[in-house]
């Protein structure tokens, strides 16, 4: 059993703040690449950013800037810190991670999301 849970979402105001965590625990031998999406209302989910194990990261065009990902590791942790903020970044945000098990079985796995809202 693997299971990704978010934590950090919430109300914040536009041009401000927020660090969004994703914890992996459960049966992992090692994990590959790790990400964040979102999906706001009558949309669908995008990447936001995208993190592998190595090589270098990507951004949505729309958040680029602003947004950061990083990963601890040794935490099977993935992060998101989010500044200017803008309304539009307004969304339910989910991490994503690909997970080799110590079944040895590769696997996607999504977390339960956590709702972000920027408005005044």
């Known amino acids: 059993q693997v299971q990704l849970v978010e934590y950090g979402g919430g109300l914040v105001q536009p041009g401000g703040s927020l660090r969004l965590s994703c914890a992996a625990s459960?049966?992992?031998?090692?994990?590959?690449?790790m990400g964040w999406y979102r999906q706001a209302p009558g949309k669908q989910r995008e990447l936001v950013a995208h993190m592998p194990s190595g090589g270098s990261t990507s951004y949505a065009d729309s958040v680029k800037g602003r947004f950061t990902i990083s990963r601890d590791n040794a935490k099977n942790t993935v992060y998101l810190q989010m500044s200017s903020l803008k309304p539009e970044d307004t969304a339910v945000y989910y991490c994503?991670?690909?997970?080799?098990?110590?079944?040895?079985?590769?696997?996607?796995?999504w977390g339960q999301g956590t709702q972000v809202t920027v408005s005044s």
């Open positions: 994503n991670a690909g997970i080799l098990t110590s079944q040895m079985r590769w696997d996607t796995y």
């Open positions: 459960g049966s992992i031998f090692t994990i590959n690449a």
